[in-house]
Nanobody, 123 residues
Framework: QGQLEESGGGLVQAGDSLRLSCAVS????????MGWFRQTPQRARELIAT????????NYANSVKGRFTISRDAAKNTLYLQMNNLKPQDTAVYTC????????????????WGRGTQVIVSP
């Protein structure tokens, strides 16, 4: 059974940066597209960034475009999300997910999930 485990969340101030990591085990990491989602109790889960299996294609939600960067390291079986210029509205639980497609922007095509890491951005 594969596993995805996020780390790197925390409490920061507006304007700060954080880098989230997602360690993947039990899956052939380089074969699948991956993405980052976020969710709050007030908002439905949102797919905010995706990356193709070979990193040659990425997509971002408008809410994070220009501030967040998704990347992956096949040698480390790890997915990253670099978050810059954080805003209070970025406060959420961030979860990484794996798609069985080479790249997907369809949230319903993500079938394997981590447990999430909390990010809190204070004003």
């Amino acid at each position: 059974q594969g596993q995805l485990e996020e780390s790197g969340g925390g409490l920061v101030q507006a304007g700060d940066s954080l880098r989230l990591s997602c360690a993947v085990s039990g899956h052939t990491f380089s074969r699948y597209g991956m993405g980052w989602f976020r969710q709050t109790p007030q908002r439905a889960r949102e797919l905010i960034a995706t990356i193709a299996r070979d990193s040659d294609n990425t997509n971002y939600a408008n809410s994070v475009k220009g501030r967040f960067t998704i990347s992956r390291d096949a040698a480390k079986n790890t997915l990253y999300l670099q978050m810059n210029n954080l805003k209070p509205q970025d406060t959420a639980v961030y979860t990484c997910a794996l798609s069985l497609r080479e790249h997907s922007s369809d949230p319903y095509e993500y079938l394997y999930w981590g447990r999430g890491t909390q990010v809190i951005v204070s004003p």
